[in-house]
């Protein structure tokens, strides 16, 4: 849902600025939509990026606290999809990963081998892999999603191995160069995301930040991003205490901070999501400053678990296939 002209300043700060007591938590931030999903509220059960932040030591056990109290169950949509279409699965020798990648294409259901499409690039998250990059449902089920009763526009979708090096290249191992060089290329042998077509990233955490990190730097090729509980940084100091894995050095923090690299997005169509109890919270209230105003940023419930990721799949695929298509 694009942002209402209504909602481009944020609300007065509540009384309950931590959300304690009634009333919900909110953001000094631009823009604010609330969350709008059906479906009944879920004990969290978090995914492979779920527990990521507390794995790492940043806020050390904050995500089992606020399960414990509530803050982290969500509305989960109720899923419905059409007829599965077609996917496939095999592996590639990546020469920017120096090492060989699996993937998963899935076209959407009526399509195939041959029909042209455009086509969404899904990253994953921290310790996942292409059989794991979306929440809760596969490929093929979510481009045969329903959203609000209706069917997503014909889009193909494709997931890869990326390893934990948060999508930006690293000595011996680039995975955004594998991204742009070998597998989009690899689809539009395919017919998909081959010009006019056009191609679109999304991810979750992990993914999120690699999705706007590649839209960012290469404009011209990704023409819609959409990005779930992304994890950013605000400083290379607070990523190296995180994860000494997620960046090579300083320079290389600078040259890929999604916050930093923000203006280039101006004329791209990005959708950003996150819950009001990530530990990410930081990292994507800078970058919701630094966002152009066109941007459509959703902060609603939840933290850094799979039943949020999954309550925001279906309006981020709605999302791309409005602008994809």
């Known amino acids: 849902m694009r942002t209402p002209p209504e909602s481009v300043h944020a609300p007065p700060p509540p009384a309950n600025p931590d959300g304690d007591g009634p009333g919900p938590r909110r953001w000094s931030r631009r823009r604010l939509l609330s969350v709008g999903l059906g479906g ?37 949509p109720e899923l419905s999809y059409s007829t599965q279409g077609p996917s496939t699965s095999g592996t590639f020798f990546s020469s920017a990963r120096n090492r060989t990648v699996g993937y998963t294409i899935a076209w959407p259901p009526g399509h195939g081998r041959g029909t042209l499409l455009p086509l969404v690039v899904m990253l994953h998250g921290f310790g996942g892999n292409h059989t794991d990059a979306l929440a809760g449902m596969s490929p093929a089920q979510a481009v045969a999603l329903h959203v609000d009763g209706r069917r997503l526009p014909a889009m193909a979708l494709v997931t890869v191995d990326g390893g934990d090096g948060y999508w930006n290249p690293h000595p011996g191992d680039d995975p955004m160069t594998m991204v742009i060089d ?91 999501a ?49 602008y994809l298509t």
């Open 182 to 272: 070998e597998l989009i290329p690899m689809c539009q042998g395919l017919g998909l995301g081959r010009a006019p077509l056009k191609v679109g990233t999304m991810g979750i955490s992990m993914g999120g930040y690699g999705a706007l990190l590649l839209a960012e730097r290469y404009p011209h090729l990704i023409e819609a991003a959409a990005a779930i509980s992304p994890a950013i940084w605000t400083s290379y100091p607070e990523a190296q205490r995180a994860d000494p894995r997620a960046y090579a050095s300083a320079a290389d923090f600078a040259a890929n901070d999604a916050v930093r690299l923000a203006p280039a997005l101006r004329g791209t169509p990005v959708r950003v």
């Open 274 to 322: 996150s819950g009001d109890d990530d530990p990410f919270r930081p990292g994507v209230e800078a970058l919701v400053r630094a966002l152009p105003a066109t941007a459509v940023v959703e902060v609603s419930k939840g933290c850094h678990t799979g039943p949020f990721f999954l309550s925001q799949e279906p309006a981020s695929l709605s999302f791309l296939g409005r």
């Open 40 to 76: 009944a509220a879920v004990v969290v059960v978090a995914g492979v990026t779920g527990f990521e932040l507390v794995s790492h030591g940043v806020l050390p056990g904050q995500q089992r606290l606020d399960e414990l109290d509530g803050a982290c169950s969500v509305d989960v």
